[in-house]
């Protein structure tokens, strides 16, 4: 394993145990960075730490659940015990919602926001002050093109991503003069273990997705992982409070 943009770097991934955060993970490892993995399935962790070191590169994996503050203090808490440091942070664990208005419950829309928004807003909570303790880092939270547009049937997760984009925005100016850059991914639809649940492996509503892309095909988690290592690298290094669209044209129409 080659190390290149990201030697001597610190990642931390959460979502890690699969689709984009698998990829990343296992990305980041490869421009040489020492890579902590989250998620809440051990086994996945254990499995993706393994292919990390059959590469060559240096990982390590914590169970944590985002929703939960203690989880995530610990997460970070065990990046820095384990590594020293902490320079990047890929935050990325979430959660799907699908279904109409009379379906919005209210426990639906907190298992949605506590992921998808407090476990954003609370891994930042704890990443930023280590990042400041060693002069900076770099920041990318996971949006989706539903944070930028407004999606019938998707209303609660539709929602989370709208307020991942204001915190990602807010707090990239909080922190631009702290040398901690912040920024968003926002992903069309990705070939992920999500997406097989929101949409089918196969079927009308699989193929309805696939056409809402204009290049004719939805996109591959090592696509979204390009660019996540470079809003990552010091080749964005004048980046900060933006969301990066990585969709096959979606928004464009």
């Not at 990602?168 to 097989?196: C, Q, S, W, Y």
């Amino acid at each position: 394993m080659n190390k290149k943009k990201l030697s001597d770097k610190v990642a931390l991934v959460t979502g890690g145990t699969s689709g984009i955060g698998k990829t990343t993970a296992t990305e980041f490892a490869r421009a040489g960075a020492k890579v902590v993995l989250s998620g809440r399935r051990e086994k996945e962790g254990a499995s993706v730490v393994a292919e990390i070191q059959q590469l060559g590169g240096t990982a390590a994996f914590i169970r944590a659940d985002v929703a939960k503050d203690a989880d995530v203090k610990a997460m970070v808490d065990f990046t820095v015990a384990t590594y020293g440091r902490l320079d990047i942070a890929f935050n990325n664990a979430g959660v799907e919602w699908i279904g109409p208005l009379d379906q919005a419950t209210e426990s639906e829309y907190r298992r949605v926001f506590d992921i998808n928004v407090w476990g954003v807003l609370n891994s930042m909570r704890h990443e930023i002050p280590v990042m400041l303790k060693s002069g900076g880092g770099a920041i990318v939270n996971t949006s989706s093109v539903a944070g930028h547009i407004g999606m019938g049937q998707v209303s609660i997760y539709t929602a989370s991503k709208h307020a991942v984009e204001g915190l990602t925005k807010a707090l990239a100016l909080e922190f631009a003069k702290h040398n901690i850059r912040i920024n968003a991914v926002a992903p069309a639809g990705v070939a992920t273990d999500m997406v097989d649940r929101f949409a089918g492996k196969e079927g009308d509503m699989r193929d309805y997705l696939t056409s809402l892309h204009p290049v004719g095909r939805i996109g591959t988690s090592e696509e979204i992982a390009a660019a996540v290592l470079y809003l990552c690298s010091d080749d964005a290094k004048f980046t900060t409070g933006t969301s990066l669209v990585v969709d096959g044209g979606m928004l464009a129409q």
